[in-house]
């Protein structure tokens, strides 16, 4: 009678365990796919703000004695903005060949046909590193830094364009804050209340430890070795879900299969799947070891 109940306690166990690993594992691969959104909306937005560049217009010098001097003079300048400034990414010299296409491109015409040289200046596109660059306040200011060199006749960016993206962008990253917030608030509220049902069903166990003499640590110590366990099994499934699900989308889709920010969204699962399992534990055993025999019923 005793080996049945024994078999029937270790099946009611293993049925416990792989509910809880399995209720984690889907809350955890719901924040999972709501990291992948964040991250691919950051990066979307880091690819908006590489699109809108600033470009410097040289002076143009008339002596043709000087003219090798000034496009060395441009090239250093060219070479010295990564130095100086940390908030240029790339740079791209057009020169006026170069400028003189774009424009016939562009306009339909090059000037040839109305002047005898090209009215197209050279010039240096810049790229801004999105991670510097918060506000259009901040570019109105780089502008300006630029303009000052005695080389640089002109500093356009297309101010427009830059307002309402970055508009939009600080819109929906606020709004992408405040449902992540809420989001993991309902993912600790679940995982919470899976753990605790779990230690409910060991409430009885965990008295009857407490009142045959064994300490508090002692008693708890199982639980919450157990709790970590079963967080991090289930955080590894819903990584290897995740992971199969982002596969399946990327290649389909045509996405970037992998981003360097999906490593710490795979560390933040593991840890919140860990950390809340044993912090929930540790609750919930210390509710059971404080009550009172007939309040357990």
């Not at 660059?133 to 364009?161: F, G, M, R, T």
């Not at 430890?209 to 300490?215: E, F, K, N, T």
Request: glycine letters at 4%; aromatic letters at 12%.
């Amino acid at each position: 009678m005793s080996k049945t109940n024994d078999k029937f306690e270790k099946k009611r166990l293993r049925s416990s365990n792989i509910t809880v690993v399995i209720s984690i594992a889907l809350v955890l691969f719901l924040l999972g796919i709501f990291g992948l959104i964040v991250i691919n909306a950051q990066s979307y937005a880091e690819h908006l703000k590489r699109e809108l560049k600033i470009e410097a217009y040289f002076k143009d010098v008339e002596d043709p004695k000087l003219k090798d001097k000034e496009l060395d003079n441009q090239k250093a300048y060219i070479d010295s903005l990564k130095v100086k400034y940390p908030f240029v990414e790339a740079t791209q010299y057009i020169s006026k060949e170069d400028a003189a296409k774009i424009a016939k491109k562009d306009l339909g015409t090059d000037g040839s046909d109305f002047f005898e040289e090209s009215i197209f200046p050279a010039s240096v596109q810049i790229t801004l590193n999105p991670a510097l660059i918060q506000s259009v306040e901040q570019i109105d200011s780089i502008n300006k830094v630029l303009a000052k060199n005695p080389i640089v006749d002109e500093v356009k960016s297309d101010k427009e364009a830059m307002v309402t993206i970055y508009h939009s962008i600080n819109k929906i990253t606020f709004w992408i804050m405040i449902f992540a917030v809420i989001f993991l608030v309902i993912v600790v509220v679940l995982i919470n209340n899976s753990i605790r049902l779990k230690i409910y069903a060991k409430r009885f166990s965990i008295k009857t430890m407490q009142l045959v003499g064994a300490r508090r640590r002692f008693i708890m110590k199982p639980f919450l070795i157990e709790g970590a366990i079963l967080g991090f099994f289930a955080a590894v499934i819903s990584v290897v879900g995740l992971s199969i699900l982002w596969y399946l989308l990327a290649t389909k889709v045509g996405l970037v299969l992998w981003n360097p920010n999906y490593t710490m969204l795979i560390i933040i699962l593991l840890s919140i799947g860990v950390i809340i399992a044993v912090f929930s534990t540790l609750f919930a055993a210390w509710r059971y070891l404080r009550l009172k025999t007939d309040q357990l019923y």
